[in-house]
């Protein structure tokens, strides 16, 4: 079969479509024939080596996180699946290699996909999902009435998460963005876009109830100085690949673990803050949840581009400029229109 692999940590070029054997389905698990996967920006953290303290890769090594496929063998333990059955999954980093024509995923990781979403919209979906739902429905509990920041709306996780917060019952729901995409979260259900460029959300946003950060470095002090006293922080990056750029994998990391429990404490002991540094936990669970949000209408995808997984590289380019509204969808096989 085919994938997108790395030989070596570096830039996008280094991603390579190439033959590769074909996965063995273990008892617990599914083999899937892979329809589409999507580009998160933690894909391009892990090809380039910024995440290497904390995932460790054998090289060279498939990458990917999102997956839509069908079923094509159940292994002998796997209960509630069936060969045919269209599911999707986020599988966790120590398995992830979505990027190619088969996978074998966990059985507790996938669910079966939405019935009304394409492969490709479906794949669009399952990690900024999860992680959306870790934050705010997990970290920060998120209540009817409350007020809430989402950091970055038109990207992957925020363009999910406004959906995801009206759906919640949020009474008022801000996000920052560049003008162009003012329309854009104003569909999805925000109230009031902060222009990042104009605008200083602490001030916009000042005494939200509920943060969700996304963009780390200053922005998680700037975050804890906006939520209200006794409010929460959900915090989605930690800013390890550029700590491991700076120091190394060993120091980066220590020096992010010692960056990130100082600000715990002292948002806690000064203000009454709950901060929380969130990473997507695999969930088949919590994707049949999310699932039957879509079948519902409350939540849909957001697709800016599509790309053959020959253009992986490209893929992998456009993403890291920052500019995707959304998502960026991978056609492994691609669908008739």
Known sequence: MRAARIHRYGGPDELVVEEVPEPRCGPDE???DVHASSVNPVDFK???????????????????????????EVGAKVRGFAVGDAIWSSPSHRRMGTYAERLAVRASEAAPKPAGLTHAEAASMPLVGLTAWDALVGACDLRPGERVLIQAGSGGVGSFAIQLAKHLGASEILTTCSPRNFELVRSLGADRPVDYRTEDFEEVAAGVDVILESLGGEHVPRALRTVRRGGRVAAITAGLPARTEKHGPALGLASMVGATAWRMACSALTRGVKLRFVTR????????KIGALVDAGALRPVIDRRFPLDRIAEAHRYVETGRARGKVVIDVRPEPP
Not at 52 to 68: C, F, H, M, T
Not at 281 to 288: D, E, I, M, Q
């Open 30 to 32: 599914l083999l899937v």
């Open 281 to 288: 936990t695999p969930s088949g669970a919590n994707l049949r």
């Open 46 to 72: 892990i090809r380039s080596g910024g995440q290497r303290a904390v995932v460790w890769l054998s090289l060279p090594a498939a990458l990917g996180l999102d997956v839509s496929g069908v079923v094509r």
